[in-house]
């Protein structure tokens, strides 16, 4: 995660590229580019979402700890309460006593209740209506390359894509795979990634992860190319897959009057942090990281 963070305030650096000009180009060589921190170990595919509850299996609204309900019994309005789902899951009903609610939906819970009353001899025949006033039991943190990221409440049958729209969308700067980050009772943090590129292409279908309590989304700042020299628009851009060179020109806004599409150069980081410089032609396909170069005519 703090990996993670870093990569994300890091990219705050280049906000101002294109004002800095070559000077600040030269300067950034010198500076060890992080790994991305989708390229860590440990982090399961989209493919594990099957192990894991889907909003299908998930009542539309289900009662957790914490959540404020209201429960009504009809004709006995002295019985009328507002209470709590406690730590165990119960609610306390004025006669029943402590009612266990957890995971049911308010249907379910007011039947419960009902059942409560009647089989203790309270009420012969109790109509019981309990409504869910607020929900305190599904909270999870939403992170990273969005446009509005923290803490949300969310609904039981809440879905990853629910979670994003809370949060605004990703961001301009936001990579394509998104990580959901849930700790088990165990205490080992299982980590999902779920490519949002695959989903947009039809090639998989929308997840349907249900949420849960204390869940984590983090959205990855994307990897990045830089374009400089006689382009009209010199920037930080965000890397497209199979993106080639005369694509990366065409968004920094093409070349000047001056450039040369058959001097381009880019400049590729290497494995031990060095820099190699390669010749590019207009169809090469450019990598993460990469710093293209495009020069002025000769004549």
Excluded: C
Aim: proline share 5%; charged share 20%.
């Amino acid at each position: 995660m703090n990996h993670s963070f870093s990569v994300m305030l890091d990219s705050g650096l280049f906000r101002n590229f294109r004002w800095f000009g070559h000077v600040t180009l030269a300067a950034l060589f010198l500076v060890p580019l992080s790994a991305h921190p989708l390229h860590a170990e440990g982090i399961a595919s989209v493919d594990d979402l099957a192990a894991l509850p889907s909003v299908q299996e998930v009542p539309f609204l289900s009662l957790g700890v914490g959540d404020a309900v209201s429960l009504q019994v009809y004709g006995r309005p002295e019985m009328q309460i507002t209470t709590y789902v406690s730590d165990d899951g119960s609610i306390t009903v004025p006669l029943a006593g402590k009612v266990s609610v957890l995971g049911l939906s308010p249907a379910e819970a007011g039947e419960r209740v009902s059942d409560a009353l009647r089989e203790g001899g309270f009420i012969l025949d109790p109509q019981v209506t309990l409504l869910i006033t607020q929900f305190r039991s599904r909270q999870i943190s939403i992170l990273g390359a969005v446009r509005s990221p923290g803490r949300f409440v969310v609904e039981s049958d809440a879905s990853l894509m629910d979670a994003l729209a809370l949060a605004g969308g990703i961001s301009d700067s936001g990579g394509q795979t998104v990580l959901v980050l849930r700790t088990g009772g165990d205490g080992e943090t299982k980590r999902i990634a779920v490519d949002l590129g695959s989903i947009e292409s039809g090639s998989v279908a929308l997840p349907s992860l249900a949420l849960q309590n204390g869940d984590a989304v983090f959205v990855p700042v994307s990897e990045q190319f830089y374009v400089y020299g006689e382009v009209n628009a010199p920037n930080m851009y965000r890397l497209e897959p199979g993106m080639t060179v005369i694509q990366a020109l065409a968004r920094s806004g093409g070349l000047t009057p001056r450039g040369s599409s058959r001097r381009i150069e880019i400049r590729r980081p290497r494995a031990d942090g060095s820099y190699g410089v390669q010749a590019a032609d207009l169809a090469d396909l450019i990598q993460a990281d990469d710093v293209i170069r495009v020069k002025e005519r000769i004549f």
